[in-house]
């Protein structure tokens, strides 16, 4: 693995993120307030975006959810091509989010919602071009890295903000907090950095639940666009459901297991922990066929009497920790 560069654009971007986030809290609560009273009456509100900008938007579903709003997160490609599916109207709010505001169906699903009568309001950048928005939340300067972390980031906050005017839970001394907690996870490159080693040459999976499953997919687009490693991210249950299938052992895991900030982990976090590789099966063989019997089974349906290729697969028991239940 080549040594980090510490010029590039992105890497300055990213170490710059706790001074976006801390000039973001001191100067945005004010417009956060102003786009909290137009949506305050909406029956619904419908977060858009595409990329990142849509795992904004389910980040922001969560939080809105959590602050006693009906909110849904929907990709502008549907909201913009599925009228029907995705009904507008005057009653309803729309939080287009787009970095730019550029992108072709954020600007069809912006339109859409305009005419609609819905109220329209944004989340972009300083320089983000939102017409027919009612306001425009501004995070920061327009960013020439296209990975988009520090606007992702404020994005986030500045939802987080809106949700924390809309309603409880507050989330002020939460987010006034964040600036140094971001900071004080770039001081730890030098712990991240073998993990990154390590992944570059692996297979890797994300998997969380609830709104770290927002997290565990974005990680897809940040490693795939910039560092061009294949990432596969998925929600735990729909990993453990089936997919894991495919894991072989040496493959690695990122498991994001965040009860929405809370101090203790999520419950099904602790019956992974608990979990241990049982055995390990192969392709040729199980405890049940021999291979002979295999190979004239696929005669007899037809196929190919070649026998499958080995492959390793582990085989993972599972412990429920009695019958609760997490939607984290």
């Known amino acids: 693995m080549p040594n980090p560069t510490t010029d590039s654009i992105m890497y300055r971007t990213l170490v710059r993120q706790p001074d976006d986030l801390r000039r973001l809290l001191a100067d945005g609560w004010g417009p956060a307030r102003d786009a909290a009273d137009l949506i305050r009456d909406a029956r619904r509100i419908v977060l858009t975006g595409v990329g990142t900008s849509y795992h904004a938007a389910l980040a922001g579903g969560w939080l809105l959810r959590a602050a006693g709003r009906d909110a849904r997160a929907v990709l502008s490609y549907d909201l913009a091509t599925y009228p029907e599916s995705y009904p507008l109207g005057p009653d309803d709010a729309v939080v287009v989010m787009a970095h730019t505001g550029v992108k072709s169906y954020t600007k069809i699903a912006l339109d859409r919602a305009v005419q609609s009568g819905a109220t329209v309001v944004s989340v972009g950048s300083r320089a983000a071009e939102h017409p027919g928005s009612r306001l425009v939340l501004r995070t920061i300067d327009r960013e020439t890295s296209a990975a988009y972390t520090s606007s992702h980031l404020c994005a986030m906050a500045t939802l987080a903000m809106l949700a924390d005017e809309l309603g409880q839970p507050s989330y002020r001394t939460h987010l006034e907090a964040l600036p140094d907690q971001i900071a004080g996870i770039i001081d730890r490159q030098e712990t991240i950095r073998p993990i990154a080693e390590r992944a570059a040459g692996q297979k890797v999976y994300a998997f969380g639940g609830g709104p770290s499953e927002v997290t565990a997919l974005e990680l897809v687009i940040k490693a795939r666009e910039a560092a061009l490693h294949p990432v596969d991210a998925?929600?735990?249950?729909?990993?453990?459901?089936?997919?894991?299938?495919?894991?072989?052992?040496?493959?690695?895991?990122?498991?994001?297991a965040s009860l929405g900030g809370a101090p203790q982990h999520p419950v099904?976090?602790?019956?992974?922990t608990k979990t241990r590789t049982s055995s390990c099966r192969t392709g040729r063989s199980s405890a049940t066929t021999s291979p002979e019997r295999s190979v004239e089974r696929r005669r007899r349906l037809g196929g190919s009497a070649r026998s499958r290729p080995t492959r390793t697969t582990p085989t993972i028991k599972r412990r429920r920790?009695?019958?609760?239940r997490s939607s984290c």
Not at 238 to 254: C, M, R, S, Y
Not at 321 to 324: D, T, W
């Open 234 to 256: 998925l929600q735990t249950e729909q990993f453990f459901h089936g997919p894991i299938v495919a894991a072989n052992a040496g493959d690695l895991a990122v498991v994001v």
């Open 268 to 272: 099904w976090y602790h019956s992974l």
């Open 321 to 324: 920790p009695g019958r609760s």
